[in-house]
């Protein structure tokens, strides 16, 4: 594989588990040394070593991306080991779903806290650096329910909608520096997240988790659900030499649903 981005930083948000997990390896295999970036502190261990092996250098550091202080930390912290940061993928999100009168107060909260709240901390600290630098690439993880919406999620379709009004204005702030802020939009891709879904919506459908998921896949023009792989591919795109003229977008990768819609 091409060493795209050999020597480079990259920073992952939410990098333990799923699509985040996939761009630390993918970033590694093209030669960037990697920050994992999660609260699950184990987990992204385990992930730093995998990259580890792949001949880079990897950290893991814990961080609650809601809290202003602990995000600030592990920026430092990039900086202090390595002096550059060249692309942030913002990836720590949670899901949650219950008809609209349902809601909790605390959970919809709890919602806009990490997947929304956690973005713009995220950008924030990234866009002081990439600033100085005058370089830089930001990738936030929004959804395809940030760009279409669904019964029982206005919790998470609302924070992801959020995530993609955010990136926007964080694009236009950071284009006269060179930096360039874009975001994905996933569809349903198979995650220890989604699958969690599958069980929990899934068993209020009368399914199981294999039922709910296939029926999600048969919903997808492609007949099939994304791996997470396939969202860092597009990741890597947008932080590579080939985007430097693409910024403020929100590419929507998902086999075709939305067109469906």
């Known amino acids: 594989m091409e060493k795209r981005f050999e020597g480079q930083v990259v920073l992952i948000t939410g990098g333990a588990r799923g699509i985040g997990m996939a761009c630390a390896q993918r970033f590694a295999e093209e030669g960037a040394n990697i920050a994992v970036v999660d609260i699950l502190v184990e987990e992204a261990e385990a992930v730093a070593k995998e990259c580890q092996e792949k001949g880079v250098e990897a950290i893991a550091m814990k961080c609650d991306v809601t809290d202003e202080d602990s995000v600030k930390s592990v920026f430092d912290a990039v900086m202090e080991k390595w002096g550059r940061l060249d692309t942030v993928v913002a990836s720590a999100g949670i ?4 008809p609209i009168d349902q809601v909790q107060l605390k959970t919809w909260k709890k919602a806009i806290d990490i997947n929304l709240t956690g973005v713009f901390l995220t950008n924030k600290y990234a866009a002081a650096i990439m600033k100085e ?4 690439s930001i990738i936030n993880v929004s959804s395809m329910a940030g760009v279409i919406s669904f019964p029982a999620t206005s919790e998470y379709s609302g924070s992801k909608s959020g995530v993609i009004g955010l990136t926007r204005s964080v694009a236009q702030d950071l284009a006269p520096y060179g930096v360039t802020c874009n975001a994905i939009c996933p569809g349903n891709t198979l995650t220890a997240m989604v699958k969690d879904v599958a069980k929990t919506v899934g068993a209020g459908l009368g399914l199981t988790a294999e039922e709910w998921l296939q029926m999600r896949a048969n919903d997808c023009p492609m007949k099939r659900l994304a791996e997470p792989w396939e969202m860092a591919g597009v990741t890597a795109f947008l932080a590579s030499k080939d985007s430097r003229y693409l910024t403020a977008q929100a590419l929507v990768i998902d ?6 819609a």
């Open 133 to 136: 630098q005058k370089s830089g």
């Open 95 to 98: 899901h949650t779903g219950a």
């Open 255 to 260: 086999g075709g649903i939305t067109a469906t």
